[in-house]
């Protein structure tokens, strides 16, 4: 059997601070990289390309549902067999890459989601906890009432997909709610579905720029849609 091939996509918005030693980190169990710059206006494109990875620029902010999208077009028309979203901000683990790829590798899933929550967040790693605990399990519970599949975490962003799935897809998402659309959208699909679990690491710089009490007004409607949608 052929050895798939892996690309790492990284949506990436001022991560000037992490973004090379989040791609340096996963350099050696990837065959590419691809980092989509949405509209940073620090230096995250120019360290991204001092890494000798492939980068997509948008010259103003257009939301990660973009960039993701953005990020798929590029995996559907290239060499790669799975892609994997990889955050930026290097909360999450190179160790959790390969057992998220796998039941992919082994034609086990079309789609595979890391999960906090059958895995563990370490120390630190969510500064407003319990809010974003309680909103991720309403989200969470939506999304699995919306898609058919047993998500536990529909926010994680470490999700990998084959080609397959990338091609079936059809996500609309400008920003927030893009990852609860690909789980929605699987299920529509029916694709084969799976989560493994994985490890939460504390932010290496910054804070995040998800506002808690917003996202649901954002991500519903982007979620309502993606059941809706045949």
Known sequence: MNKKKLLALIPAYNEEKSIKVVIENIKD?????????????DNTTEYAKECGVEVITFEENKGKGVAIREGYKYFINSEYDICFIFDADGQ???????????????????IVVGSRFIGKYSDGANINYKTRILCNNISTTVTRI??????????SGLVAVSKYAAKQL??????????????????KKGLRYKEVPIIFEKRMHGVSRLKVLKYPFIAFPVMLKAWIRK
């Open 29 to 41: 169990i990837v065959d590419g990289i691809l980092v989509v710059d949405d509209g940073s206006s």
């Open 170 to 187: 059809d996500l609309k998402a400008d920003r927030w709610g893009i990852h609860q659309e690909i789980i929605i959208r699987a299920g």
């Open 146 to 155: 919306m898609s058919g599949v047993p998500t536990t975490d529909s926010q």
């Open 92 to 110: 999450y683990r190179k160790e959790d890459i390969l057992p998220v790829c796998e039941p992919i590798i082994n034609d086990e899933a079309d």
